[in-house]
């Protein structure tokens, strides 16, 4: 059974840091292409941050470039994203996704709120 699990989403102030975790369980996490997207409320799903397999490239947005940092740990099947200097329009719910070809799975999400 695929599982993803988000953790780490809450309220913080503007200038504040926050950590994403992901959890992976049921498939080969390692080969997977590991993204977090959100999606904040009225707007589509938006791609924040991609990490490829062996965690030595990731790609960013210019909204994010600078502010979040994505990893992993192939060895612990997890997924994290730090994010930095928040702004209230980072407000959003947090979707961890794994990718391999035409497969893609997703987790539950997590609310992450800045305050201003």
């Known amino acids: 059974q695929v599982q993803l699990v988000e953790s780490g989403g809450g309220l913080v102030q503007a200038g504040g840091s926050l950590r994403l975790s992901c959890a992976a369980s049921?498939?080969?996490?390692?080969?997977?292409?590991m993204s977090w997207y959100r999606q904040a409320p009225g707007k589509e799903r938006e791609l924040v941050a991609t990490?490829?397999?062996?965690?030595?490239?990731?790609n960013y947005p210019e909204s994010v470039k600078g502010r979040f940092t994505i990893s992993r740990d192939n060895a612990k099947n997890t997924v994290t994203l730090q994010m930095n200097s928040l702004k209230p329009e980072d407000t959003a719910v947090y979707y961890c996704?794994?990718?391999?070809?035409?497969?893609?799975?997703w987790g539950q999400g997590t609310q992450v709120t800045v305050s201003s």
């Open positions: 996704n794994a990718r391999l070809g035409g497969r893609q799975y």
């Open positions: 049921g498939f080969t996490f390692s080969v997977y292409v």
């Open positions: 990490i490829f397999t062996t965690g030595s490239t990731s």
